[in-house]
């Protein structure tokens, strides 16, 4: 069985950074693509980064772009977004999720909740 | 402000059929695949079609996807209580180099 799980969210002041990773199992994680897409309080659901296997391409949202930074760990099975400069509007839950090809995003984490408030 | 476009809402009565549209452009949904997800607050979003038309394993046949040009649909018959969630639509924009959400539709069941 597939499974996600996100850690790292937390309450951060403006400005603050903050790391949330995103630990794999039950999946050969070096064989997928893998995205953080997040969800405002009472808003939808916003595509924020993208990595590919080997972590060599990455893309984010321009939202996001030069303040996030996308990686993994293949040998940990682990994905990370570090964000940094953030800023109120960043609070949201935060989603890992694998995307298989041909198919695209089919697993999610239950996310981690990242509150930026001073 | 989502580029791909979906209706805020959306209602039925037990065993009725209701339809969900996403509406997009030919850099989106024009020349990639849609997929469609289920997600209930509190949990994480779950595949409910994938490549326009395609249902995973372990989905009912009630649920159903189409598209036309730049545009998609989800559709769901024999609506039950269960069904009461928010519904996204997703797909990857060439132009933009991002994976694009609909705004969410909430399905209510009456």
Not at chain 2, 10 to 18: E, I, K, L, Y
Not at chain 2, 96 to 104: H, K, P, R, S
Request: glycine share 12%; with cysteine.
């Amino acid at each position: 069985e597939v499974q996600l799980v996100e850690s790292g969210g937390g309450l951060v002041q403006p400005g603050g950074s903050l790391r949330l990773s995103c630990a794999a199992s039950g999946v050969t994680f070096s064989n997928y693509w893998m995205h953080w897409v997040r969800q405002a309080p009472g808003k939808g659901l916003v595509w924020v980064s993208r990595i590919n296997t080997d972590g060599g391409s990455t893309a984010y949202a321009d939202s996001v772009r030069g303040r996030f930074t996308i990686s993994r760990d293949n040998a940990k099975n682990t994905l990370y977004l570090q964000m940094s400069s953030l800023r109120a509007e960043d609070t949201a839950v935060y989603y890992c999720a694998r995307d298989s090809p041909s198919v695209g995003i089919d697993y999610w984490g239950q996310g981690s909740l990242v509150t930026v408030s001073s | 402000q989502s580029v791909l476009t979906q209706p805020p809402s959306a209602s039925g009565t037990p065993g009725q059929r209701v339809t969900i549209s996403c509406s997009g452009s030919s850099s989106n949904i024009g020349s990639n695949a849609v997929n469609w997800y289920q997600h209930l607050p509190g949990t994480a979003p779950t595949l409910l079609i994938s490549s326009n038309d395609q249902r995973p394993s372990g989905v009912p046949d009630r649920f159903s996807g189409s598209k036309s040009g730049t545009s998609a649909s989800l559709a769901i018959s024999g609506l039950q209580s269960e069904d009461e969630a928010d519904y996204y639509c997703a797909a990857w924009d060439d132009s933009l180099n991002a994976v694009l959400f609909g705004g969410g539709t909430k399905l209510t069941v009456l």
